[in-house]
């Protein structure tokens, strides 16, 4: 079973994990149904429905490969009256899959695979498996994830019920929640592209307006590469006033060098990873949390699409296990004044992979260090 589970494509392993979770959900088999009995759900937590041509070309080439979920219209009307008028007269409430019903009606389809939840009946119950499967299968953005465990938490009452809807870590759940602390500017910052998610997350630790504007220009400006970088502030008795990570980026335009390196070597280099690997587990001491959730971010810019590190590792077990390692020697280095061996091979190992060394790394590694790919 391991050999054919291995020969399988990483469409083929989805759809196995989505027919097994539809089975365990008590949904019925996979049919076809016309797209005509098909209603977007008018209570659906995706407001945006983006790149719908793309999606159309893709459903022309290939089909849809997952099936769209629905509830009888019936139940979803006993359940939202308030919305009876805008599915009236169509069997089917459409609760995961109205981004690809909409594609499939745009390249033209007839008919679309779908499964008949037949579990979820009350309103809660339909709100939770709309916005559970919406984060799970959806790719939502950040901003639509945040908006989504604010409903599930005003469903299920606590942040820890979210996450363990969502089958998410409660840190998973925290960082997203941090966007809903950003200022406005910084918000459109994120939105805009300016800012990566974690450096929007970083930003969203400080809830003072003021700091986090502070914040926001000087990681702006290291950014751009204008004037002097913002010296360190000197400790000082009364509260921290700008979150630690994102001053140290902010000082430290390296580190964003080092992370774009760490991106680029996602590409290949698989076979020169395990000195690095070794060299993360020796080092030890970072929070396994922060390293995924850094991991996650390397593998999303890598591959262009944001999902829990758990699925990249089901996926994409290579590329996720040297993302892992690169974070947990990224976020060593960056947080220590002193250097390991475990941090020199790091060092060594970006350099034979595209990163420039500062005059001091340089130093620092000397050639007694030298990695060789």
């Known amino acids: ?56 070309d893709s459903i022309r080439e290939t089909g849809i490969a997952q ?13 939202f009256p308030e919305h009876s008028e805008a599915v009236s007269g169509v069997p089917y409430v459409v609760v995961n899959g109205n981004r690809r019903l909409a594609a499939a009606k745009v390249a033209g389809l007839a008919e679309v695979p779908f499964l008949v939840n037949t579990t979820a009946r009350t309103r809660t119950e339909i709100v939770v498996l709309s916005l559970v499967e919406n984060i799970q299968r959806e790719d939502l953005s ?35 929640r941090r966007l809903g602390n950003l200022t406005p500017e910084a918000l459109e910052a994120f939105k805009g592209g300016e800012l990566n998610i974690e450096e929007a997350r970083e930003l969203g630790k400080e809830k003072d307006p003021a ?17 002097p970088k913002p010296a360190r502030r000197a400790k000082a008795a009364k509260k921290r006033t700008v979150p630690a990570q994102v001053e140290r980026q902010a000082a430290d335009a390296a580190s964003d060098r080092r992370r774009a390196a760490c991106v680029l070597a996602l590409k290949g280099a698989l076979a020169s990873s395990a000195p690095l690997v070794l060299a993360a587990l ?10 995924e959730s ?15 590190f758990s699925e990249w590792a089901a996926d ?55 990695f060789t790919a």
């Open 1 to 56: 079973m391991t050999g054919l589970q291995n020969t399988l494509s990483i469409a083929e392993r989805r759809r196995q994990r989505q027919e097994e979770e539809a089975r365990r959900k008590g949904s019925s088999p996979q049919v076809t149904v016309s797209v005509t009995a098909l209603a977007e759900n008018p209570a659906n937590p995706r407001q945006a429905l983006p790149q719908l041509e793309e999606l159309a």
């Open 67 to 79: 099936a769209l979920t629905v509830i009888p219209s019936s139940v979803f009307c006993e359940a």
């Open 142 to 176: 950040a901003i639509e994830e945040l908006k989504a465990i604010e409903e599930l938490k005003a469903v299920l009452g606590t942040y820890a019920a979210v996450a363990q809807a969502l089958g998410k870590s409660e840190g998973w759940v925290s960082q997203r």
């Open 211 to 227: 700091v986090q504007t502070e914040a926001l220009a000087a990681l702006k400006a290291a950014k751009a590469g204008a004037g």
């Open 282 to 291: 020796q080092g030890g001491h970072t929070s396994a949390g922060e390293a």
């Open 294 to 308: 850094l991991a996650g971010d390397f593998l999303t810019r890598w591959d262009g699409a944001e999902r829990a």
């Open 316 to 370: 994409s077990p290579d590329q996720a296990a040297l993302a892992l390692a690169l974070a947990h020697c990224e976020l060593r280095y960056a947080s220590s004044s002193t250097r390991a061996e475990c941090d020199l091979v790091y060092l060594g190992w970006l350099a034979a992979h595209e990163y420039e060394l500062t005059d001091h790394e340089r130093q620092l590694l000397g050639t007694d260090h030298a």
